[in-house]
């Protein structure tokens, strides 16, 4: 078992590249080994293109080399068409003699049958390889098949005692308390998760653009609470520029082809119907960046599975309270003058 743990593992290593692009897809990699050497290996990059499993085939320099190998998948290999043919096919095609699955696949389309296939034309099926570490590594595509729901993570930077705002600002601008390296890890973030969430006093403080500008990669949908109506076109999160999702009661109409209005009933059940909306729209995880009350209305409730606050240096004595929040840091790391301390709801290698 400890050999396929091995190799397994470099299928996660090979999986994490693909995050933030693989949308709506999961994140995998595969590994093919002959005679305890590595022989081909691949990672899925984005949806519609090919396989972890394809790549990973088409990189062996010997085809003949499949017919006594083991290729190892972190996630189940796919067995119905979707935009390329089934992964579970293609391995049967070649005569590779064993598989060695990490997790079964969630996804109703697959949910084992591609296991059952490969089983019934005669293949050794090894499942549960570093299972809990492959369902960790894809926790937003798992959350949202099994739960029905989007992956929820909360930011926020604070002060050394406990203030994420001052109580009155001077410009329509951010009051920064993280770094500058500590933004750009924020970007980095943004471009991993499909959608991004503030509340109406985030628009009309800061007046932010939910973008990706300080790294490469996709910018996610940008969720906007506004309630009342208040957000007129003139603020950037309206301005179009990527696709966004205003959640409000006030009436209103389509803006663009890439602003939308979503009314809902803003009660005690308010997170609960945003967590219904966005897994509706096929958006498989949420970074909620605030404020405060935004960010208490999800810990309040229960629905909220990370959270990554930076903590300054910087003691202001009076401000907006942060969130009230009990839980213990998982880890922390520092980035210059910051604190970055991570939690989660649930012990990862535990919940999934």
Known sequence: MKIHEKYMQRCLQLAENGLGSTYPNPMVGSVIVQNDRIIGEGWHRKAGEPHAEVIAVRSVKNPELLKEATIYVSLEPCNHFGKTPPCSDLILEKGIPT???????????????????????????????????????????????????????????????????????????????????????????????????????????????????????????????????????????????????????????????????????????????????????????????????????????????EARVFESAEQWGQGIPAPRFEALPVWSEKIENNNLNWYYRYDQRNHF
Do not use: M
């Open 99 to 305: 598989v060695v699955v990490g997790t079964v696949d969630p996804f109703a389309a697959v949910a084992g049958r591609g296991i059952q296939k490969l089983r019934e034309a005669g293949r050794t099926v090894v499942v549960g390889v570093l299972e809990r570490e492959c369902q960790s590594l894809n926790r937003r595509f798992f959350t949202f098949h099994n739960e029905h729901r989007p992956y929820i993570l909360l930011k926020w930077a604070q002060t050394a005692d406990g203030f994420i705002a001052p109580l009155e600002k001077e410009a329509q601008k951010p009051v920064w308390i993280s770094n500058a390296y500590a933004r750009q890890k924020v970007h980095q973030w943004r471009s991993e998760e499909q959608a991004i969430l503030v509340g109406t006093k985030t628009v009309v403080d800061d007046n932010p653009q939910l973008n990706t500008r300080e790294w490469f990669g996709n910018a996610p949908v940008r969720i906007v609470l506004d309630r009342e109506g208040k957000i007129d076109p003139s603020y950037r999160v309206l301005d179009g520029t990527q696709p966004t999702l205003v959640i409000t009661e006030a009436k209103k109409s389509l803006l663009d082809n890439r602003v939308a209005y979503q009314n809902c009933i803003f009660d005690g059940s308010l997170p609960q119907q945003i967590a219904r909306i966005l897994y509706q729209k096929g958006l498989q995880s949420v970074i909620i960046e605030g404020g405060a009350k935004t960010l208490q209305l999800f810990i309040d409730a229960g629905l909220w599975d």
